[in-house]
């Protein structure tokens, strides 16, 4: 049976898309996660993203890493799941998309009647250990010692809906292929865990590489965006309420931490396409 898919990137962390509004989902997401994310025997992702109706939102979006394992939520994914929504079913600049990480509410910004970068209401940073969760004995763990494969980091833990580990550290001088893995399968977060690392370049400026659970080191996190710019304004790094801009390989995220965490960046459409499933 073909199928069609659009192939969509946030700031480069790239995923195959299946609209199952109007068809039904694939019978296996995961499984299909893992053959199409291959970038040489596959399409080539980070992940499969199914875009769903809703009972209580616009669209439920289910998102399945390049390993298989479905996630909570993906703050690039959800921007472009919106700008599907707008240049293909309706657009709308405000919307509401489910997540199993709750609902989440995002505005569109369009030009020439197609949706180019999209604003998320992420919700709320959590630094309690069991919102993350990471085991770790009293209310957060922020800016605490934590040795990871002989060597010991400074670390902050907390969960954007899913579990994040920011380490405060020369993202370029990183092997992240050798220190990434130990992290995410570190016994202390019993979920595995999101880790990113950065460095403060500017007074609102970020640095940032991150190893994502399930699918490696990726191009662009947004959740990891959020999660460090949340991190730097705990630690009183970058100022509370102001835009902070966080570099990546992939390109520029835009976060601002408050009650809620906002976080704005670029939606783009690569290619679409027929499959065999």
Do not use: Q
């Not at 039904?24 to 080539?44: F, M, N, T, Y």
């Not at 669209?59 to 479905?70: I, W, Y």
């Not at 893995?181 to 202390?188: D, G, Q, R, T, W």
């Amino acid at each position: 049976m073909k199928r069609r898919f659009i192939k969509m990137h946030g700031a480069g962390n790239d995923y195959i898309y299946f609209d199952c509004l109007r068809e039904e989902e694939p019978e296996d997401p995961a499984a299909l996660s893992v053959r199409l994310s291959d970038r040489h025997k596959g399409i080539g992702g980070d992940g499969v993203v199914l875009i769903c109706p809703s009972d209580v939102a616009d669209a439920k979006m289910r998102m399945f890493n390049a390993d298989g394992s479905e996630g909570k939520m993906c703050g690039n994914a959800i921007r472009c799941v919106a700008k599907y929504l707008f240049d293909n079913v309706s657009p709308k600049e405000r919307m509401s998309i489910e997540t199993l990480s709750g609902v989440k509410e995002l505005t569109v910004f369009a030009e020439g009647g197609k949706a180019r970068s999209v604003r998320v209401d992420m919700g709320p940073a959590s630094f309690a250990p069991a919102s993350v969760p990471v085991l770790w004995e009293g209310e957060s763990a922020v800016g605490v010692p934590y040795t990871v494969g002989g060597r010991t980091f400074s670390i902050t833990c907390l969960s954007m809906g899913n579990p994040h580990c920011v380490v405060f550290a020369d993202p370029d001088g990183e092997d992240l292929a050798a220190i990434g893995p130990l992290f995410e399968n570190a016994p202390v977060f019993p979920a595995r865990v999101n880790t990113e690392f950065v460095r403060k370049i500017g007074e609102r400026t970020l640095k940032m590489r991150v190893w994502e659970r399930g699918s490696g080191e990726t191009l662009a996190c947004g959740t990891g965006a959020c999660a460090a710019a949340a991190a730097a304004v705990k630690l009183g790094l970058c100022p509370a309420g102001e835009e902070i801009e966080v570099r990546l390989r992939g390109g520029t995220l835009f976060v601002t931490v408050g009650d809620t965490v906002f976080l704005r960046g670029p939606a783009e459409t690569v290619f679409t396409g027929e499959i065999e499933l």
